[in-house]
C-alpha cells in the first residue's frame, strides 16, 4: 500500500485546513486507514482513523471536536478537515494504513511522506 499526503501548510490560529491522502496498491476496504503527527521534539501523535466507510471513527483527545475525518473509499482518499485550530497544532502530519477491523491507534503498517502544517498566533 502507497500513501501520498497533501494539503499541509500554513494558517492562522482558529482558521481551517484541509489534508487528504490518496491511497494505492491494495484492497483499501480492507484497511483501516488514519492520521497521525509530530511536533519537533516530541513523540507521534494520534490524531484520528476511520474505518474503510468511514462510519468507525476514532479521534485523539486533543483534535476532538475540531477535527474530522472522512473517507471515500470508492476515490481511495482520505481527508481531514481541521477546524479552529491551534498553535499547538503544528507539526508535520502522516497518513497510515493497517490491515485490520479494529479502529484505533495501534498496529500501522503502511506511512506515508508527511505534510506539513504550521499554525501562527
Known amino acids: 500500500v502507497q500513501l501520498l499526503a497533501s494539503g499541509g501548510g500554513l494558517a492562522q490560529a482558529g482558521g481551517s485546513l484541509n489534508l487528504s491522502c490518496a491511497a494505492s496498491g491494495g484492497t483499501l476496504s480492507r484497511y483501516i486507514m488514519g492520521w497521525f503527527r509530530q511536533a519537533p521534539g516530541k513523540e507521534r501523535e494520534f490524531v484520528a482513523a476511520?474505518?474503510?466507510?468511514?462510519?468507525?471513527?476514532d479521534y485523539g483527545d486533543s483534535v476532538k471536536g475540531r477535527f474530522t475525518i472522512s473517507r471515500h473509499h470508492t476515490k481511495n482518499t482520505m481527508d481531514l478537515r481541521m477546524n479552529d485550530l491551534r498553535p499547538e497544532d503544528t507539526a508535520v502530519y502522516y497518513c497510515?494504513?493497517?490491515?485490520?477491523?479494529?479502529?484505533?491507534?495501534?498496529?500501522?503498517?503502511?506511512w506515508g511522506q508527511g505534510t506539513l502544517v504550521t499554525v501562527s498566533s
Open positions: 497510515a494504513a493497517k490491515f485490520s477491523k479494529v479502529v484505533g491507534k495501534a498496529g500501522y503498517d503502511y
Open positions: 476511520a474505518n474503510w466507510n468511514g462510519y468507525i471513527r
